[in-house]
């Protein structure tokens, strides 16, 4: 089969599953080694490809081959890619492909074939996007302390967010004005709900209903092509997740300037509040499962990775509150060992389910990722209160860096304890 293939097809093809990949969230290093194995497979050795974040050079060179007049052919295509919506069950998709060509049992042209029913697959019905956001933005309210009432606050605040991010955001709005937008609307639902009595805890319900604004994707993915020595990829994702924060915490500051403009005053908030009616850890484990699970909607993952993302995220979450709460470790100590614990967790889910673990990293750490942290340290630098805004900046920023230690740490450990073959990871 591979000496019947043309090595400009091969290539071709290895540069549409990377374009593939790339484009719905995959690591620099996947979509590498995926293309790499594809034209090997094919017999195409001589394949290089260059993959930054947002674009993929594919240069081949092809010997012995009787066309051109008996001369060398060679092969050099350069696309740019640019992120748009996470579908990372086409990252799935093309993941199996790769190990089905890599197994003998796809020729060239159904590999061509698959993956342009791939690239076809539809997005999340609209219907699955919108209950996605409302439980990821009521489960994380009660993740981070918010009561009964502040959860369903956030739930039909997550589900207008998801209105306006689908009907006015993704139409008609670039990123950062859009990513501004998105949180101003949120925190303004919010702070109007919170002013008519629906929700008791304002900040509660504003973390939550933020959530899923928060650039997971290119912070996780930024952190892994570091540890993959992909440090110019590595830096230029994490640098588009700092910038995303950023926006968050711009609108999150433009709502609550625009109400004190309107009511003569900033709203005066005292700090955070944990609601008795959520602080159990049943309730703790059942709110981290249910907003991991959406946000695996969110991220556009098959619909069989739900609830092991869920339970990822979930444990990951239990171990944090047992540290904190009963073993008296600092939250930036209980986030390390969480965090290195969900990686285990996604690198140990990846072989069964015949999935890269990235799948169910992405959803499994989002319990960890500091959204009070940043929520307050906006806040108070909006309220001119700067000593208070730094400490929140400087506890977010240390609970960030532990997540990327654990990552590193769990990423370092070899695939053999995982599982004696790589046909999943």
Known sequence: MAQQNDFAEVLEVAAEAGHILLENGAEISRVEDIMGRIASCYGVDSGNFFVLSNGIFTTGQGSKITKSGGQTATY?????????????????????LSYDIAAGRTTLAEARERLQRIRQTAPKPIWEQMLGSALGAAGFCAVFGGGWADCL??????????????????????????????????????????????????????????????????????????ANSDYLAGFTRLTDAMLSFFCIAVGV???????????????????????????????????????TAAFAVLFGVDREHYVASGFIGAVGWVLYL????????????????????????SRMAAVPYRSPAQVFLLCG??????????????????????????HSGWAAVKIAIAIVLGIILAMELPQRLFSHSRTAH
């Open 76 to 96: 050099a295509n350069v696309e740019f890619i640019p992120l748009r919506s996470i579908q990372l069950s086409k990252v799935v998709a093309v993941n199996r």
């Open 153 to 226: 606050a956030a739930l039909v605040v997550g589900l207008l967010l998801m209105v306006f991010v689908l009907g006015v955001t993704s139409r008609y709005l670039s990123k950062i004005v859009g990513s501004i937008g998105n949180a101003l609307a949120a925190t303004l639902l919010c702070i109007g709900f919170w002013r008519v009595g629906f929700g008791a805890s304002l900040p509660n319900v504003i973390i939550g209903a933020i959530m899923p604004l928060i650039p997971g994707v290119p912070f996780v993915n930024g952190v892994r092509d570091l």
């Open 253 to 291: 500051s433009l709502a609550f300037i625009f109400d004190g403009q309107l009511y003569g005053g900033m709203i005066s908030l005292g700090g955070m509040t944990v609601s008795p009616d959520t602080a159990h850890l049943l309730w703790q484990a059942l709110a981290a499962f249910i907003g």
């Open 322 to 345: 047992l540290l904190v709460r009963w073993a008296g470790a600092t939250p930036t100590a209980a986030t390390l060992a969480a965090a290195t614990l969900v990686c285990l967790l």
């Open 365 to 390: 750490i989002f319990p960890l990722v500091p959204g009070a942290g940043i929520f307050w340290f906006t806040y108070y630098l909006t309220d001119g209160r700067f000593d208070l805004s730094s």
